[in-house]
């Protein structure tokens, strides 16, 4: 079993930055694959990032590729997301997401292993 847990989330005005992070626990955590899912009110639930265990291989959502960057450690479990350049339409709750199966993060089911809480991320012009 996995377990996810998000932090970072805040208000921010237009242009400003945060930084995400997720602290994973559990026996399978060192080598599954890992992301960030994003849904506002009204909108349909969106992958934002993806990374594969390794870090080799990373996606973006085209709305965010430029401004946001995805990393993790594997020493400490963890895995980031770095935002910049924050607009009013990234507003929403981001949720820190695990997966055996790296194509599962862009099913449109939504076959996802794992998923932590959320935390609300707000952007205001």
């Known amino acids: 079993q996995v377990q996810l847990v998000e932090s970072g989330g805040g208000l921010v005005q237009v242009g400003g930055s945060l930084n995400l992070s997720c602290a994973a626990s559990?026996?399978?955590?060192?080598?599954?694959?890992m992301g960030w899912f994003r849904q506002h009110p009204g909108k349909e639930r969106e992958i934002v990032a993806a990374i594969t265990w390794s870090g080799y291989r990373t996606d973006y959502v085209d709305s965010v590729r430029g401004r946001f960057t995805i990393s993790r450690d594997n020493t400490k479990n963890a895995m980031y997301l770095q935002m910049n350049n924050l607009k009013p339409e990234d507003t929403a709750v981001y949720y820190c997401?695990?997966?055996?199966?790296?194509?599962?993060?862009?099913?449109?089911?939504?076959?996802?292993?794992?998923w932590g809480q959320g935390t609300q991320v707000t952007v205001s012009s």
């Open positions: 559990g026996r399978t955590s060192f080598d599954i694959d």
């Open positions: 997401v695990a997966d055996n199966n790296y194509d599962d993060f862009f099913s449109p089911n939504g076959g996802v292993d794992y």
